[in-house]
């Protein structure tokens, strides 16, 4: 035998998956609960009374709350306008307690067979922690991941400033897995091989810097097993 050392950690496979958009279903409650919010900043003379398409609405999922508000109301301080992201989280999180989210279709047996296959799989979202919380509780995500990042803990950071402590925890391989730039974005910066799904709520324009663009989550285990 060789006398060199095997690094266990050079083998592990990370798979780094988005959530709204890409497991989640999002845009079912969180349509609602954004209309919500809105009038609340109408009534409070915060933002301009206007009709929001649903295609409109659902643009901005996949931003964190103070990317979002800030990007539509640039005229409001976010200290100001955190009520609103406030409320939309308890109206997401109240839904979501309620039976309402639903995951998409094939989600739960594709990320059975990922685990089962041996990969480590990982969260990183741009969501809030009280929101995570609920969809582990309800959906029993602690089945299949074993580990979360949420931007609210890392001061709304964007996803490729975080990921460096994602390779600090979990070393080895790793491939990102989302709908949005945000996390194409993220594998371009570090040089990591990505998944884009098709099925949230990105565009093609977004998907140009993905190594696979796919338009069903139950494709996702053949590729990456070529990807990895």
């Known amino acids: 035998m060789s006398g060199k050392r095997y690094d266990r950690t050079m ?77 939309i989280t308890a109206e997401m999180v109240r839904s979501v307690a309620d039976g309402k989210a639903r995951l998409f279709p094939g989600s739960e047996d594709v990320l059975a067979q990922l685990k089962d296959a041996g990969y480590h799989l990982l969260i990183l979202s741009n969501c809030r922690q009280a929101y995570l919380q609920q969809h582990r509780s309800t959906f029993q995500l602690d089945r299949f991941f074993e580990d979360y990042y949420c931007s609210e803990d890392f001061g709304y950071a964007p996803k490729y400033e975080i990921f460096p402590e994602i390779r600090k925890a979990h070393p080895g391989k790793h491939l990102i897995i989302g709908d949005r730039f945000h996390d194409l974005e993220t594998a371009e910066k570090h040089g990591l091989p990505s ?26 285990p053949e590729t990456i097993g070529r990807l990895l």
């Open 195 to 220: 998944v884009a799904c098709a099925w949230g709520y990105g565009d093609e324009d977004e998907f140009r810097r993905a190594s696979a663009k796919l338009t069903d989550i139950r494709q996702l």
């Open 11 to 87: 083998m592990e496979k990370n798979l780094i998956f988005d959530y709204d958009g890409t497991i989640h279903d999002t845009a079912h409650i969180y349509i609602p609960a954004f209309r919500t919010a809105y009038a609340s900043l109408v009534k409070r003379r915060m933002a301009p009374e206007r009709t929001f398409p649903d295609k409109e609405i659902r643009s901005w999922l996949g931003y964190s709350p103070k990317e979002m508000w800030t990007a539509l109301l640039p005229d409001q301080p976010w200290e100001a306008l955190r009520d609103a992201s406030d409320m």
